[in-house]
Structure formats: structure tokens, C-alpha cells
């Protein structure tokens, strides 16, 4: 879409869950320090297409925080798209997008022709063993969404999913040949995200969470972590990373004694993802908003 120019030549980048909006806003994203990172909860309990409480609690942000006429970065939660891995299609690289979606069909409950796709890839994984990442969202939410954001005073410049952030994040964490990897374990499921020379080279969504992890009983997300990784060696011919990271958590006793265990059980180094040490904080940050705006902090470090 043709966006008026923004006036405010700062970048703001926000995410939108069940429970909230975080934000996260750097008035000068070429060296970026972090102005604003906050948190407004609250329970998005409306129906589908009615985005009442959302617009309400956006144009707060908006308000107290002196982000009229920003660019907006959104970065997609998790529960609004998949990423799945699929075998390139036999067709030019310029039509991947519009021939991927019969091959994803199967990983979307709505009609193909609501589905938004993007695509990215490492050179050598497209080109050596023809695989490609494919992103797939529901068309008429992000545009919902981005009206949204455009109501309240914002301008989209681009939507993002949780992995690009994390690359931004762990980026400039490993020497210029290392691949590093973050964890982020949440109840349900692990996403596990490795990172080379400033690009995602395997991304994986593990089954097994915070409800599986009984009384330390680490057996069957190390089975899963160590089969993610001899996957991406012998199938993907990637390098398994060097070090690993946790997501910061409110929780900082289980966060470390998560990190402890998976780390002994794998014999890696694996360190607990310190925001004010790898970026600059106008204010100290609380552990609580740090564990809920880690993803918008690292929206805020998009490229654009």
C-alpha cells in the first residue's frame, strides 16, 4: 500500500496477543536506542473482524507515548501464522509465492484464496537442496489489523513474523562464521530458531513445552532439540550452533534452571537473553516488560 510520509522519523514495532499490545520505539532506527518499551494488557476477548478493545487500547499507546504519524512495525504472534518447510516448486523464482499455495493447502483452515504467503531462504538451502520457508497468515486479518493500525494514527511500513525478530535480536551475538540459536519454551510448544551471518538458516516449532516439563523431566524436549539438530546437519547441511539462548521469562529461577538442564543434557553453552546488554535502554527495563516486550524490542530493530 502507498503510505502518506511519516512525520515522526522514529520506528515503532508492536505485537498483539491474547493477553496485550507490547510496544518498543527507537526515534532513530539507523542507531537505534530503545525510548519506549511497554506493555498495555489487556483480554482480547472479541469476535472475529471487531477490533473495538484492540483500537482502544492502540490509540493509548499512541497517545501517551507520542507515536502519531510513527511507522509501525508489527511483528505476528505465533497463533496468527505457520512457517512450514516445503521443496520448491518447479516454477521461476518469481512465481514461488503464487506456487507454494497448493503446496500448503493442507497447514491453513480457511480458503487459499484468503491466505497471504511470503518466502525466504538461506542461498545455499534454495539452491543446493531446493527447500524454501513458507509464511502463511489469513489475508483478511492482517488487512483487518493494518486498518487498525492506520486508524490509530500509525503507519504500517511492514509486518513481521516472531522468527525475524529473534534473528535481529541474536543477530550480533556470534563471530561472523558462527550460528547461534535461540530457545523460546512456553506451555504449549519450543521454538527453536538458528541464525548465521544475519539470516535464518532453521526454524522449528517442537510440540513439547512448559506442560511437558514434570518435576525436571527433560527427556522428551532434549529427544526433540537433539533430533532438530541432527536434522538440520544431515538433511539441511547446516552447522549446529555454537551457543544457545533462552527467551527472558518473568520467572528467572526456572528460566535458569531450564537453561541449566537443557544445557548439560546437549553439552551446550546456553545463556538467558539479556535485552540491556545487547541493546541501549534509554530507562532500565523491568524483568516483567522485558519478558513481555522482547519480541517488539527486536521488531524495533528491523532493517527497513
Known sequence: ??????QNKGLCSIEISSG?????????PANPEITVCAFQ???????SGNNNQLKENLEKIVSQYNLKK??????????????????IPNVPQSEYKKAVRWQIKDIVDYP????????????ELEKVLK????VVAKA???????????????YPMAVDVREFAIRNLISNLATQNETVGLLNIVDESCLMVLVKQNNIRFVRRIPVGLKNIKNNDYNELIAE?????????TELKQEAPVKLFMAPKIDIDLNKNMAQNIGKSLNKEISILDLQKIMSFKTTITQQIESSCWIAAGGALRKA
Not at 500500500?1 to 511519516?6: E, F, Q, S, Y
Not at 483487518?144 to 486508524?151: E, F, H, L, P
Open 1 to 6: 500500500m502507498k503510505l502518506p510520509t511519516a
Open 225 to 233: 532439540l537433539q533430533r532438530s539438530f541432527n536434522y538440520c546437519q
Open 140 to 154: 483478511s486479518f492482517l488487512q483487518n489489523i493494518v486498518n487498525t493500525i492506520q486508524d490509530c494514527d500509525l
Open 41 to 47: 494488557p489487556y483480554q482480547n476477548t472479541e469476535q
Open 70 to 87: 510513527t511507522l509501525c512495525n508489527w511483528v505476528l504472534h505465533p497463533d496468527y501464522y505457520r512457517i512450514t518447510l516445503i521443496n
Open 20 to 28: 496485550g499490545i507490547a510496544v518498543a520505539y527507537t526515534p532513530n
Open 131 to 134: 527447500k524454501i520457508y513458507v
Open 112 to 123: 487459499l484464496e484468503d491466505v497471504a504467503v511470503d518466502i525466504f531462504y538461506p542461498d
